[in-house]
């Protein structure tokens, strides 16, 4: 490892429904950058049913899916492809834990604290795992190739 070099990493971030629909994206969008992220590409799009239940497949035994599928069909969200050292982890860090009064207790300064209203309607997204981010950007950028996602292997196809 070449200590100072770090290679840029991206995410899939997205602002839900709740967020959009009170106006915040500009906001969110304003912090985002501010804390270096680069916004690779962006789009306003609308989940429908079959969409929102493929993206959070996981937890589709969870007893707040149905619940989380109408929340995320109910309003357009806002996607975006985020690159920095170590996107993943911390755009996470940023977004605060997932219950917005939680975050305003133990991460104040949070996008969720600040923005989110409660466990479900939390304003942000986030990707969890490599694997994950692949996934979740080819589900709204379908021409943001695969091979795209690790600088590093990049360098070494070209
Ligand atoms: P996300 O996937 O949206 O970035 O959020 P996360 O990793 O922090 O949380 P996760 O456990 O993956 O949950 C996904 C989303 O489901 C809603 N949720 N509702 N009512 C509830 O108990 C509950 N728990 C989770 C939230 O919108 C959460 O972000
Ligand atoms: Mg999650």
Redesign the pocket.
């Known amino acids: 490892v070449t200590p100072g070099l770090s290679l840029p990493e991206k995410t899939l971030a997205m602002i839900?429904p709740d967020a959009v629909q009170s106006n915040y994206t500009s906001m969110i969008r304003q912090i985002i950058v501010s804390e270096g992220f680069h916004i690779l590409e962006e789009k306003l799009a609308h989940l429908d049913d079959v969409a929102a239940k493929s993206f959070?497949k996981?937890?589709a035994e969870?007893s707040?899916f149905p619940?989380?599928i109408r929340?995320m069909t109910s309003g357009p969200v806002y996607a975006m492809i985020l690159e920095r050292e170590g996107a993943i982890k911390k755009w996470?860090t940023l977004?605060g834990?997932?219950d917005s009064n939680k975050a305003r207790v133990q991460a104040p300064d949070s996008i969720r604290a600040k923005f989110g209203i409660d466990?479900?309607?939390?304003s942000?997204?986030?990707s969890?795992s490599t694997e994950a981010a692949i996934r979740e950007i080819a589900t709204f950028f379908r021409d943001f190739q695969e091979s795209n996602m690790d600088s590093s292997r990049r360098v070494h196809e070209e």
Do not use: A, I
Not at 119 to 122: D, F, L, R, Y
């Open positions: 839900k959070y996981e937890h969870r707040f619940s989380l929340f996470r977004m834990p997932t466990g479900e309607k939390n942000v997204h986030g969890d």
